[in-house]
T-cell receptor, first 116, second 113 residues
């Protein structure tokens, strides 16, 4: 399978614990995005990387959240001191860089986080 | 006001029916437009891009009205397999700085035999 992959697919944690998620984009894609989706809502943009550079962060991304893409390939999203409100599906997407606003973003299967 | 608004539904229709979904967006500088499909507990997948001239892909037709900031999706001859949530998506970023997608909350479609 050469699509976007995410690990783990499910994570249950206790409030106050730290969690880290991994995303492996499609190999030739140099743009990588993180989104969060809660029940009954569409995905919400969190942050975006062009190669290893984090170029934009949403105000949804509090200081408990940090994302990295150290070698411009896979990315990690860490949440420190998790809260029950962090429970959501965390989606990763990747795309090529082309001179078009219609670049397709391909989504991974997501990591479902439950904070108890 | 949400940036992208959709009727949440659900739309319950019989097989073979024609169904239309509407969506409005608030950012007049939006660059591009899409419909994504999301099956239950799965990731969103691109259904079709929406161009100013309108476009059709088999049973699916999308229209864009930039003046009214309105996007539509028409599904003809509905199939059971069309049952899903349809997400209206607007790109408010420029490609040079990363296309930034804003999603509506989705419209649920249930096609019944």
């Amino acid at each position: 399978d050469t699509g976007v992959s995410q690990d783990p697919r499910h994570k249950i944690t206790k409030r106050g614990q730290n969690v880290t998620f991994r995303c492996d984009p499609i190999s030739e894609h140099n743009r990588l995005y993180w989104y969060r989706q809660t029940l009954g809502q569409g995905p919400e943009f969190l942050t975006y990387f062009q190669n290893e550079a984090q170029l934009e962060k949403s105000r949804l991304l509090s200081d408990r959240f940090s994302a990295e893409r150290p070698k411009g390939s896979f990315s990690t999203l860490e949440i420190q001191r998790t809260e029950q409100g962090d429970s959501a599906m965390y989606l990763c997407a990747s795309s090529l860089t082309r001179a078009s606003s219609y670049n397709e973003q391909f989504f991974g299967p997501g990591t479902r986080l439950t904070v108890l | 006001r949400k940036e992208v608004e959709q009727d949440p539904g659900p739309f319950n229709v019989p097989e073979g029916a024609t169904v239309a979904f509407n969506c409005t967006y608030s950012n007049s500088a939006s660059q591009s437009f899409f419909w994504y499909r999301q099956d239950c507990r799965k990731e969103p997948k691109l259904l079709m891009s929406v161009y100013s001239s309108g476009n059709e892909d088999g049973r699916f037709t999308a229209q864009l009205n930039r003046a009214s900031q309105y996007i539509s999706l028409l599904i003809r001859d509905s199939k059971l397999s069309d049952s899903a949530t349809y997400l209206c998506v607007v790109n408010i970023g420029k490609w040079e700085y990363g296309n930034k997608l804003v999603f509506g909350a989705g419209t649920i479609l249930r096609v019944k035999s």
